[in-house]
């Protein structure tokens, strides 16, 4: 089946088409057909699509809305310069969507209806910047190809829906929980997830028996300890602004900075809210760029001391983190980096190791610096355990997989 997969910001839309069904699954042979982004949606739209392994073509289209912009990739990949190889938009079975949040009331991937929209409708005060675009896409897939071809809703949220209330609570007044739902939700789940299947897969070690760390460091980071095949505990929490410090988001945080900041700063608390999301992290202490390549290359070819005191706060933090979660479970069996940052960045995952060897924890250099680029396998010595790994994460394949298994009626238990 070739599923449409989207992920739709606010005036951005992501897409890959994906053919994939049950017997592609246990062989990881999923064909990813096309795949692109349009940017600026909304005024003269900037696009860059590619068929397969091919080069990409990219394009200016005046694109008015996110309607416009589903009709203008679904027409690109039916045409007969695209080299996709469709012959009509029919041979789309179904569409899978990223949706940010499914609150308390989304526990798993659903196929999407009239009620299930209502339903992401009610979260949006949990995450008013994501769900709206969201629901958009949704909308331009059924206006362009009709409610006849099924659409599921994966949510970023979904897997850690298994935290046990000691993970999941904050330790303020009950009531606010029960009133208003104030608790860690966790996001990045669909990446979680997704290495967490992927190392079961490489291992050969059974769901029940896994008990694995895995780090999703990209511009967004997070950490997520996962016992049996299931999330216990994970780093980001009521938002995606709590846990390790990530490309502009400060993590972890005294909460009383928050009103001193303002009333020295003479900011508002949303103004104060945005300086902790877009201007914090690695950005905010390098006071240079929160591209972690750039850190790296200034660090090491300039000796900048706040270069290198970012990177440094980076690692700690993520280190915390590992250290935390061995104690939560109880130790693990490995140690598994996914994410831009964590696929690309040997030098970034050793110093996160680094100083772990007390718990078993060590990063073999020359495996290290060989798994970059996409490559995944194991970076630790033979025999080490936990085993530290690098698995590429593929949230988009996880999300046609989804797909087809709702469509399809077949039991999740990826």
């Not at 929160?290 to 270069?307: F, G, I, Q, T």
């Not at 290198?308 to 933090?317: G, S």
């Amino acid at each position: 089946m070739n599923i449409l997969v989207l992920n739709v910001g606010s005036s951005s839309l992501k897409w890959q088409l994906i053919e994939t069904d049950e017997s592609r699954f246990a062989e990881n042979a999923d064909v990813r057909r096309a795949r692109g982004l349009i940017e600026r949606i909304g005024g003269e739209a900037v696009w860059s699509f590619r068929a397969g392994s091919g080069p990409a073509v990219k394009g200016t289209a005046p694109l008015r809305d996110h309607r416009a912009a589903v009709e203008y990739l679904l027409h690109w990949i039916v045409s007969a310069e695209s080299g996709v190889g469709l012959g009509s938009l029919g041979e789309i079975g179904a569409a899978g969507h990223r949706v940010t949040h499914g609150g308390e009331q989304f526990v798993r991937s659903v196929a999407i209806d009239d009620d299930v929209l209502r339903g992401i409708e009610e979260t949006i005060d949990l995450a008013p910047l994501h769900n709206p675009a969201n629901l958009k896409g949704v909308l331009a897939v059924r206006a362009v190809l009709g409610r006849a071809v099924p659409q599921v809703a994966v949510f970023d949220t979904a897997f850690h829906h298994t935290l046990p209330e000691r993970a999941f609570l904050y330790a303020i007044p009950y009531s606010l929980y029960r009133r208003h739902r104030v608790r860690r939700y966790g996001f990045h789940g669909t990446s979680h997830r997704y290495v967490s299947y992927r190392w079961r897969q490489l291992t050969g070690i059974p769901r029940e028996k896994q008990k694995i760390i895995t780090l999703h460091l990209g511009n967004g980071c997070s950490a997520c300890a996962i016992s049996g095949g299931e999330s216990v505990d994970t780093s980001m929490g009521f938002t995606p602004l709590e846990g390790l410090v990530m490309g502009t988001r400060s993590g972890d945080l005294d909460p009383a900075v928050l009103e001193y900041i303002a009333v020295k700063e003479g900011l508002s608390l949303p103004e104060v809210e945005s300086l902790l999301n877009k201007q914090s992290g690695l950005l905010g202490i390098s006071g240079l760029t929160n591209d972690m390549r750039e850190l790296l290359a200034e660090a090491e070819e300039h000796d900048d001391r706040r270069a290198w005191l970012a990177i440094e706060l980076f690692c700690y933090r993520a280190r915390k983190y590992i250290g935390s979660y061995l104690a939560a479970m109880g130790g693990a069996d490995a140690i598994c980096f996914a994410g831009g940052v964590g696929e690309n960045a040997p030098a970034v995952r050793a110093m996160i190791c680094e100083g772990l060897e007390f718990a078993g924890i060590r990063v073999d250099p020359a495996a290290n610096h060989a798994h970059v680029g996409g490559r995944e396998g194991r970076i630790s010595p033979e025999g080490a355990t936990p085993g530290v790994w690098v698995i590429p994460t593929d949230e988009e394949l996880l999300i046609a997989r989804d797909t087809y298994r709702v469509v399809s009626g077949i039991e999740n238990r990826y």
